[in-house]
């Protein structure tokens, strides 16, 4: 990455640094496969059997969310003395936990200046994750993705096996050997405004094993590409679009083509994409319906919270638009020219009236292909 990156004005982007600083973050220069990499399965095996990475997305929103997150974590371990950033590893991943919160008889194994100033009622392996206002809704209605779910259970498996990796700077909790986790906890900040929401969850060693039988399964394939993608494709999923493996995933489409195409070989693949279309369209008009019905159906309560939803209204002001006769006066008094811009929608109206063809011309540009499907 160039620092030469200019601005409009000729002075350079500090994006050229913040992309040089996070270039060289071990996170970055780490090959093999960490649990944050385990969104994907098939991203996952191009890591596992060393593929090149094909495509650079933007990576401005992932540091802002890094200088975030580091921050927050910073202040955890000097002010509530919190294990943070702690590197883990096993036969399988390699990674830092976020934050380890020890309780009361772990914390007591160590030397008195390592431990917590408050100790968690049981140990606690935590990820803090930060989000944008956009994805707020879904993180408080929904949680952690699976992905995330996985990530955090790969590392509080590692812990629970083997416990911190012995590696300088942090022997002394290496010799605590295997922890017993009692919870993982996600925090969520929003980095827009700093709102926090915590999901806490008991910690099960079945849910441990089935996230590293995952990364056993995307170990044992010979080749990434028979990994199956977890996810729709660029331009549908927003993980696919920032994805490193995004050209090497989603070959040969012609510009301007959806990638998707690809998935298309004969008529068999056009039969079942039609039917996926179809049940779609069901899906949908079924989902419209209840949406129209229940919305009727409210129209007349007032804001508050029922059970887990809480209902807010917005508009019912007074519509305001722009009142040309009084501009019109007021370009006058003030001695400035009316615009005389053609109005095409009066001209098209007047033609028309007067039994005139109208004129058209070509664009140089496409229509938008619209699909159109009825039973056979
Ligand atoms: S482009 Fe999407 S489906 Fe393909 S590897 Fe990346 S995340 Fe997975």
New binding site residues.
């Given amino acids: 990455m160039s620092v030469a990156t200019l601005t409009g004005g000729g002075a350079p982007s500090i994006w050229g640094a913040a992309h040089d600083v996070d270039a060289r973050r071990p996170r970055s220069l780490q090959t093999q496969l960490g649990a944050s990499d385990t969104?994907?399965?098939?991203?996952a095996?191009?890591i596992v059997h060393g593929w090149t990475p094909t495509d650079h997305a933007d990576k401005r929103a992932a540091i802002l969310g890094t200088f975030v997150h580091h921050g927050l974590l910073e202040s955890a371990r000097t002010e509530y003395r919190w294990l943070v950033e702690r590197s883990v590893q096993d036969d399988l991943i390699r990674g830092h936990v976020d934050v380890v919160q020890l309780d009361e008889a772990t914390a007591g194994r160590l030397p008195a200046r390592h431990r917590p100033a408050v100790p968690a009622d049981v140990l606690t392996v935590e990820d803090v994750k930060t989000k944008s206002t956009y994805l707020w809704d879904r993180v408080l209605r929904y949680g952690a993705t699976a992905a995330e779910l996985r990530q955090v259970l790969l590392y509080a498996g590692a812990l629970y096996e083997v416990g911190f990796e012995d590696v300088p700077g942090q022997r002394y909790l290496s010799r605590l050997g295997p922890l017993d986790i009692g919870r993982v906890r996600f925090r969520f900040i929003n980095r827009d405004n700093g709102a926090e929401h915590v999901q806490e969850i008991d910690f099960d060693p079945r849910r441990a094993a089935e996230a590293r039988w995952w990364v056993e399964r995307v170990r044992e394939t010979g080749n990434?590409e028979e990994?199956p993608?977890?996810?729709?494709?660029?331009g549908l999923?927003a993980?696919?679009d920032y994805?490193?493996?995004?050209t090497?995933?989603?070959p040969g489409a012609a510009p301007g083509v959806p990638e998707q195409t690809a998935l298309i070989h004969n008529d068999a693949d056009r039969e079942q994409a039609l039917a996926d279309y179809v049940k779609g369209h069901e899906l949908s008009s079924e989902g419209n319906r209840i949406k129209a019905f229940a919305r009727k159906k409210l129209d007349q309560s007032p804001a508050g919270i029922y059970g887990p939803n809480k209902l807010s209204w917005r508009g019912g002001n007074d519509e305001e638009k722009d009142d040309v006769e009084a501009m019109v006066d007021l370009h006058e008094i003030a001695d400035i020219p009316v615009p005389m811009r053609p109005d095409a929608d009066r001209m098209v109206k007047n033609l028309r009236a007067a039994g005139l063809p109208v004129p058209r011309r070509k664009t140089g540009k496409k229509t938008p292909r619209v699909i159109n499907i009825g039973p056979a």
């Avoid at 993608?229 to 660029?234: I, K």
């Avoid at 994805?243 to 995004?246: L, N, T, V, Y």
């Fill in positions: 969104v994907c399965g098939r991203r095996a191009y990434p990994m993608r977890d996810f729709d494709g660029p999923d993980i696919c994805c490193p493996f995004r090497r995933c989603w």
